[in-house]
C-alpha cells in the first residue's frame, strides 16, 4: 500500500508568514491528493483536491502544487483563524491513505 | 442543504459488534460514492471504508478488513458499517463522508458530524 507521510508535524508560524506543508507518497499517485483543514473539535473541511484545484469557500490565501509523489500546501499570509491540523489525503485507489497530519499554530 | 447524520455508536465490550448508520439527506444519494473515516481520541484521520453509488466497488483498510463490513441502502439514502470482532484499538469518532463523484475514487466535500464508539470492558 501507498504511504502519505507529511511534514512537519506541528509547525508554529507568526500572523501574516508565508506556511508550506509537505506531503509524500510512497508511489507515485498523478494528482489524486486533497488537503483537508481540521480545527479543534470540529469535522473535517476540504481545502484542495486534484493537487491544486481550490474548493470554492476557500480563501485565495490557501493553494496546492504537485504530482506524482511530491506535493505542497501552502498558505500564503497566515491568519489567526488558520490555527488548525491540515491533513493530505490520496484518492486514487485503495486504500485512501491520510497522512499523519500537521498541527499548525501561531507563535 | 447536504446532511449526513451518524448514528449508532457506543461503549461495545471487546469482541461484540456495533452497527453504524449514516442518514444523508439534501442530495441524491445513490449518484455518490460515500465512505467511513474514523478518528481515534487525539489522533489523525484514518480511512475506514469506501463504496460506489451502486456497491459494485467496496474496499477496506487493512486495520478492518474481514471484520467491517460496508453496505448502502439507496432507496433509504442510507449508509451503513456492520462492525464485528470490536477490539480496544477500534475506539474512535466515525465520520460518514459523502464523495465527489459516484466513484470509490474520490475527495470528500462534505462530512457527517460522527458518531463515537468505544470498545472498553
Known amino acids: 500500500d501507498i504511504q502519505m507521510t507529511q511534514s512537519p508535524s506541528s509547525l508554529s508560524a507568526s500572523v501574516g508568514d508565508r506556511v508550506t506543508i509537505t506531503c509524500r507518497a510512497s508511489?507515485?499517485?498523478?494528482?489524486?491528493l486533497a488537503w483537508y483543514q481540521q480545527k479543534p473539535g470540529k469535522v473535517p473541511k476540504l481545502l484542495i483536491y486534484?493537487?491544486?484545484t481550490l474548493q470554492s469557500g476557500v480563501p485565495s490565501r490557501f493553494s496546492g502544487s504537485g504530482s506524482g509523489t511530491d506535493f505542497t500546501l501552502t498558505i500564503s499570509s497566515l491568519q489567526p483563524e488558520d490555527v488548525a491540523t491540515y491533513y493530505c489525503?490520496?484518492?486514487?485507489?485503495?486504500?485512501?491513505?491520510f497522512g499523519q497530519g500537521t498541527r499548525l499554530e501561531i507563535k | 442543504e447536504v446532511q449526513l447524520v451518524e448514528s449508532g455508536g457506543g461503549l461495545v465490550q471487546p469482541g461484540r459488534s456495533l452497527r453504524l448508520s449514516c442518514a444523508a439527506s439534501?442530495?441524491?444519494?445513490?449518484?455518490?460514492?460515500m465512505h467511513w473515516v474514523r478518528q481515534a481520541p487525539g489522533k489523525g484521520l484514518e480511512w475506514v471504508s469506501g463504496?460506489?453509488?451502486?456497491?459494485?466497488?467496496?474496499g477496506y483498510a487493512d486495520s478492518v478488513k474481514g471484520r467491517f463490513t460496508i453496505s448502502r441502502d439507496n432507496a433509504k439514502n442510507s449508509l451503513y458499517l456492520q462492525m464485528n470482532s470490536l477490539r480496544a484499538e477500534d475506539t474512535a469518532l466515525y465520520y460518514c463522508?459523502?464523495?465527489?463523484?459516484?466513484?470509490?475514487?474520490?475527495?470528500?466535500?462534505?462530512w457527517g458530524q460522527g458518531t463515537l464508539v468505544t470498545v472498553s470492558s
Open positions: 463522508a459523502k464523495a465527489y463523484t459516484h466513484l470509490s475514487s474520490s475527495w470528500y466535500n462534505y
Open positions: 439534501g442530495f441524491t444519494f445513490d449518484d455518490y460514492a
Open positions: 463504496i460506489s453509488w451502486n456497491s459494485g466497488s467496496i
Open positions: 508511489q507515485g499517485i498523478s494528482n489524486y
Open positions: 486534484a493537487a491544486s
Open positions: 489525503q490520496k484518492y486514487n485507489s485503495a486504500p485512501l491513505t
